[in-house]
């Protein structure tokens, strides 16, 4: 009898760890589903900036601090990928309307592009979003290092700037880099947005 009831108590303890187990695996992968960076890797983090908005107020990290944030660099002279770039952007602005999001594209012709020149581009662009921010760093060697800690790299020449999104998690992580030229991406990093609450 006693060898009757010890075989009963651990099928009932094999079945109830069978169910334990399924229940936590279950709960990690819905952990995972639900999670948009979880087969993402890390890259980095948001290196220190300062600078202004096109509404001169302050730039610096704390505005895309607990967000999910685009970065794209631009100038607004640029006649070729620049427009593109903005375009793209500006639809992936639309398509998620979520205040879990921050999109930030920084000038790399901080000497052409004052806060006014930005200003007047954003309304002439019709680029209204709020969240949507245009910054000017004040000098070269503020933006050179702003864009070598984003590892994308510092070009003397406006022309050779790069033409992907950045994409940042809400611990201000780098998570991706999308070329916005590119549609499979842009796709990619939309299905990524669509999942950020």
């Known amino acids: 009898m006693c060898l009757t009831l010890a075989k009963s108590l651990i099928m009932i303890l094999l079945t109830s760890s069978f169910f334990l187990n399924s229940c936590v695996q279950t709960e990690r992968t819905l952990h995972q589903t639900n999670d948009p960076f979880a ?15 096109d ?27 620049c427009p593109k770039l903005n375009t793209v952007q500006s639809r ?6 979520s205040n879990a999001l921050r999109f930030m594209s920084v000038t790399v012709d901080p000497l052409t592009d004052t806060q006014q020149h930005l200003r007047e581009h954003r ?4 680029f209204t979003d709020k969240r949507w921010f245009f910054v000017r760093m004040d000098n070269d060697s503020t933006l050179e290092s702003f864009m070598n800690g984003m590892l994308v790299g510092y070009a003397e020449n406006p022309q050779n700037h790069t033409a992907r999104l950045i994409l940042l998690d809400s611990n201000s992580r780098i998570r991706g880099y999308f070329d916005a030229l590119d549609k499979k991406q842009v796709d990619s990093l939309e299905s990524i947005l669509e999942k950020v609450q």
């Open 123 to 126: 309304q002439l662009m019709q």
């Open 39 to 53: 087969s993402l890797n890390v890259y980095g983090s948001l290196p220190e900036f300062t600078g202004y908005t």
């Open 55 to 81: 509404e001169n107020k302050q730039a610096n990290s704390s505005m895309l601090k607990s967000k999910v944030s685009i970065i794209s660099f631009f100038f607004t002279s640029c006649g070729d990928v």
């Open 92 to 97: 992936i602005v639309k398509n998620h309307a």
